[in-house]
């Protein structure tokens, strides 16, 4: 029998916490109106004195780690400061995480009185920060304009990356961070099993092929798809999308995760993982399984390239990256992962400088040191035939390649309405792993899922 793998649960807000959260906030509904949503051309907040000491609290996920992440946001927070010696910026990790659920520790801060200034908020909870913990259109704060400008420049954002952050029309984060689903390769493991790396999987169904061929001849494991749990609702999403369907309706007030298209999706991983393909790893032991040569795909964000790097070179095997694979014919729909960035303060000086850290944050200068060096996309895409930008990198990590080709079909990862979002990604990813690795049949498991969380949403 297959046991399935023991998680970490995440902290669902109660009844009391939500009513305390609609009386802290200025906002109590997790839809924002759209009557304005085409107001604010000009800015509500003053630009700072030249001599106008201000200091904010920076909260970005991407402080957590001492690898590969943490050293560069914080040299980039020494650039800004030093560009804006008048703005001081304290950078925070969240003050508690599980299972990529960066949110609530905003929403506890929030409760406090003393929220972030300035965050990063992960798309899922993106309605939710701006309607019910009080995210600040940033298009009231300093103008429809711009908000506009700071996509434009030399190196404008990518045209389907400029709304990820919009709510109803109205702008409440910056896109800052993301990835879509990448297929990784262990290329040593590919010729070591007679595949030829050079020709990596295209389908789901060549996916399985590799896997129990690179099992069956070297010993070693096949794939891990990382879209399967909690954390990964963002990748879910792509493979229920290119499986034909959607986790919820369009208009957002109906629960779709337990039709068909979901249903077949989910049926395909599990008969990866029944049919030996791929074996029963959370994501911290796929990591360590990958970067040590010791398992042949894995479908994962780009934001763990350097890594990934790191574990080729020092266990001497060759990386490679492919597109997210397909199911048959149907045309690949690739989701977003990653974040946002919002102002959360009411004190219009440090909007202000919020929002000059959020301007230098998706700048040219940053997209160069975040991309190169952790693997993120450069959302502005331009940067890669810029001599001065990233062309030279590009050309010698053409293991960004599928990402860029995949951000020019993106769609995004899309937030469950109401203050019960993360109940409802919950309950459906619950559903997922019982189905994948607890043997459960998948139709039954998602619609009884897809019915439970229907009481979930808020009234239409």
């Not at 109660?14 to 109106?33: D, E, H, K, R």
């Not at 659920?101 to 701006?130: C, E, H, I, M, W």
């Not at 297929?183 to 999987?201: C, I, K, V, Y």
């Not at 109401?418 to 189905?435: K, P």
Request: net charge neutral; proline share 7%; glycine share 8%.
């Amino acid at each position: 029998m297959t046991v399935a793998r023991p998680r970490l649960l995440r902290a669902a807000a109660g009844l009391v916490l939500i009513a305390a959260l609609a009386s802290a906030c200025a906002t109590s509904s997790s839809t924002p109106s759209s009557a304005n949503a085409g107001a604010g051309a000009t800015a509500t907040i003053p630009e700072l004195a030249a001599d106008q000491k201000v200091s904010i609290v920076f909260e970005s996920y991407n402080l957590t780690s001492t690898g590969t992440w943490k050293p560069i946001i914080e040299g980039l927070l020494r650039d800004f400061q030093a560009a804006h010696p008048n703005i001081t910026v304290k950078g925070q990790p969240p003050q508690s995480t599980t299972n990529g659920d960066y949110v609530t520790s905003v929403k506890n801060q929030v409760l406090a009185g003393s929220p972030p200034d300035v965050a990063q908020v992960t798309f899922d909870a993106l309605r939710f920060a701006a309607g019910s913990l009080g995210a600040q259109p940033l298009d009231t704060l300093v103008g429809r304009d711009a908000v506009q400008a700071n996509f434009g420049g030399a190196h404008p954002f990518a045209p389907t990356a400029r709304t990820l952050g919009d709510v109803n029309g109205r702008t409440y984060a910056v896109p800052y961070v993301f990835s879509t689903p990448v297929l990784w390769l262990n290329r040593t493991l590919f010729t070591q099993a007679g595949l030829d790396p050079a020709n990596p999987p295209k389908t789901w169904a060549d996916v399985r092929t590799a896997a129990l061929a690179i099992k069956a001849r070297t010993g070693r494991d096949g794939i891990v798809v990382d879209c399967l749990t909690k954390a990964a609702v963002w990748c879910f999403q792509s493979l229920v999308r290119s499986s034909g369907g959607r986790v919820m309706s369009a208009d957002g007030r109906t629960l779709s995760f337990g039709d068909a298209p979901a249903v077949a999706a989910v049926s395909t991983a599990a008969d990866l993982a029944h049919s030996g393909a791929m074996p029963n790893l959370d994501q911290q032991q796929a990591f360590k399984a990958f970067s040590g040569g010791q398992l042949g795909m894995i479908l994962e964000t780009s934001a763990v390239q350097g890594l990934f790097m790191a574990g080729a070179r020092a266990n001497n095997w060759e990386l490679g990256a492919s597109q997210e694979p397909s199911f048959g014919s149907k045309p690949v729909v690739p989701t977003n992962s990653g974040s946002g960035l919002a102002v959360f303060s009411k004190d219009p000086a440090k909007q202000r400088a919020a929002w000059e850290l959020i301007k230098f944050l998706t700048s040219d200068h940053a997209y160069t040191q975040i991309s190169s060096k952790i693997g993120y996309l450069p959302l502005r895409t331009g940067l890669i035939d810029d001599p001065n930008g990233l062309q030279a990198w590009a050309k010698a990590n053409p293991l960004i390649k599928p990402n860029l080709d995949q951000l020019t079909r993106l769609q995004p990862w899309e937030s469950f309405p109401g203050d019960n979002y993360l109940q409802i990604s919950d309950t459906m990813m619950s559903a997922v792993e019982g189905a994948v690795f607890g043997g459960k049949d998948p139709a039954a498991t998602m619609a009884a899922a897809q019915k439970q969380a229907t009481t979930l949403l808020p009234p239409k």
